[in-house]
């Protein structure tokens, strides 16, 4: 993925130099074949910012891609809506045999379990209520930019969730932020270790 503009503006900064769009993490690297900057979920090291550029690198001419899109164009994929190709024997053998292949410390996007605690705690009745709780406390509205709605608010822990487990479900400690300006209060003050003082500070010195 090409850096421009555009692509980093729906993108999350984080404070070890990655960028988020939910649950892919993006690295900075450098295209093999343009050395442009590009954003890349594999390898920095040896990725490529475009198809064209991976294609050149590999050999392929301009005519040879021409020539392959044509043969494809209008071509629909062999499988594209049909059911019952495997039998359910095959079928299960498939799935034994990828079964734990991409679970854990296995996975392409593992991070140490840094993120298990927080997964876990979210799926639970008592964290859902406090985000349920907080909204209507708050009436639906980012306490920042006074946007109403339902579908694209975040409940936010005023005191960071990963130093104050006591405070995980506390409704006090939940404030109703949309999700832009949740994100641009990351992209100020980082994520973990977050405050009521930096709270504060982004909302102008209002109370919390």
Not at 124 to 145: G, P
Not at 175 to 190: A, D, R
């Amino acid at each position: 993925m090409k850096i421009c503009y555009d692509n980093l503006e729906k993108l999350v900064f984080t404070k070890n130099g990655t960028f988020r769009e939910g649950n892919h993490t993006y690295k900075i690297g450098i295209c093999q074949n343009c050395s442009d900057e590009t954003l890349t979920l594999g390898d920095p090291v040896n990725c490529f910012c475009s198809r064209k550029c991976s294609s050149t690198k590999r050999g392929f001419t301009e005519e040879h891609r021409a020539k392959i899109t044509k043969s494809l164009k209008g071509k629909k994929p062999w499988n594209k809506n049909k059911t019952g190709i495997y039998s359910k024997d095959s079928l299960k053998k498939m799935s034994e045999a990828k079964l734990g292949l991409y679970n854990g410390e296995n996975h392409p996007n593992w991070k140490g379990g840094i993120s298990s605690e927080r997964d876990l705690v979210k799926v639970t009745k008592d964290y859902k209520q406090w985000r349920k709780k907080v909204f209507k406390r708050d009436e639906y509205r980012c306490q920042f930019c006074n946007k109403i709605g339902k579908g694209n608010l975040n409940a936010h822990h005023v005191e960071s969730f990963n130093s104050n487990p006591e405070l995980r479900t506390t409704v006090a400690n939940g404030i109703t932020l949309c999700e832009t300006c949740h994100k641009n209060f990351h992209h100020q003050y980082g994520y973990g270790n977050n405050t009521k003082e930096q709270m504060k500070e982004f909302l102008g010195g209002d109370a919390v």
